[in-house]
């Protein structure tokens, strides 16, 4: 087996730590005897249909408002058609804050401007000006029925039910009804902070507010995807005693 992860954007779209994602990923493959090998995608990169079928993990971080708009057009024009098709055709992806965000309709940014998102799904994020609070600070949030109830996340899960994660975004996201949330929230904002809704889960893929790095201390999704990218049922035990005490002891940190 071998994972091939297709890293969008590393330069640009990097707060946070979200590179970790990556790292972590590809470290519990290595750890199972599994080769990855992490492709980074930059707005030179030239990426194709071939290209693109190489791929079983895509993978986008959070950047800026500046860095969502200075990609932005690479992103809709040359990139976005390939990455479309791979979510519609179930590939196994996770888009995290301001990639998240562009996955929808539009971002609607502080200062009015428009940035037009792939509009893959049926949702638009707001920043509502610097007069309101942003959304920041240690979050926590329990899966969606969807996941838990899937055999696969069954076979990997060794901690639980629920994602503990760190947000800080000035833009709030408004899925449609007919979209399923990542989680649901038992502490912080998650997509708006007025609905209880947190991220997306739809197919294979992910979206989400959560950094901290987000797989850092939630193995059992890192897992989830892993399982879901290599299309095994089910992987080898790791010894994550350490990752998981840290999991616990991220959902008693304050807001």
């Known amino acids: 087996m071998k994972l091939t992860i297709a890293y969008f954007y590393p330069e640009l779209l990097n707060l946070y730590g979200d590179n970790g994602n990556v790292e972590i990923l590809a470290t519990r493959a290595f750890r199972?005897?599994?080769?990855?090998?992490?492709?980074?995608?930059?707005?030179?990169?030239?990426?194709?249909?071939?290209?693109?079928?190489?791929?079983?993990?895509?993978?986008?971080?959070?950047?800026?408002?500046?860095?969502q708009k200075d990609m932005g057009e690479d992103l809709k024009i040359n990139k976005g058609p390939y990455i479309k098709e791979y979510i519609e055709n179930g590939g196994v992806s996770l888009f995290v804050c301001g990639s998240y965000q562009l996955m929808g309709k539009y971002?609607?940014?502080?200062?009015?401007?428009?940035?037009?998102?792939?509009?893959?799904?049926?949702?638009y994020t707001r920043h509502f000006g610097h007069t309101r609070?942003?959304?920041?600070g240690n979050a926590v949030c329990r899966l969606s029925a969807s996941i838990i109830s899937d055999p696969i996340f069954g076979a990997v899960n060794r901690v639980g039910e629920e994602l503990v994660g760190f947000e800080n975004h000035g833009g709030r996201t408004f899925l449609a009804a007919s979209l399923k949330p990542l989680g649901?929230?038992?502490?912080?904002f998650g997509n708006n902070g007025q609905d209880g809704s947190e991220g997306l889960y739809y197919k294979n893929t992910l979206g989400t507010y959560l950094h901290g790095p987000?797989?850092?201390?939630?193995?059992?999704?890192?897992?989830?995807?892993l399982a879901k990218s290599l299309k095994v049922d089910t992987l080898k035990e790791l010894p994550d005693r350490l990752i998981i005490s840290a999991h616990t002891a991220s959902k008693k940190l304050k807001r």
Do not use: Q, W
């Not at 609070?133 to 920041?136: D, L, T």
């Not at 649901?184 to 912080?188: A, D, L, N, P, Y």
């Not at 987000?214 to 995807?225: A, G, I």
């Open 32 to 67: 199972r005897g599994i080769e990855a090998d992490v492709l980074r995608i930059n707005p030179s990169s030239t990426v194709t249909d071939s290209f693109m079928k190489k791929v079983n993990f895509v993978f986008m971080g959070g950047g800026p408002d500046s860095s």
């Open 107 to 123: 971002y609607k940014a502080a200062d009015g401007t428009i940035v037009d998102g792939l509009s893959v799904f049926d949702f």
């Open 133 to 136: 609070s942003r959304c920041v």
């Open 184 to 188: 649901t929230v038992i502490s912080g």
């Open 214 to 225: 987000l797989f850092s201390k939630n193995p059992h999704l890192c897992d989830f995807l």
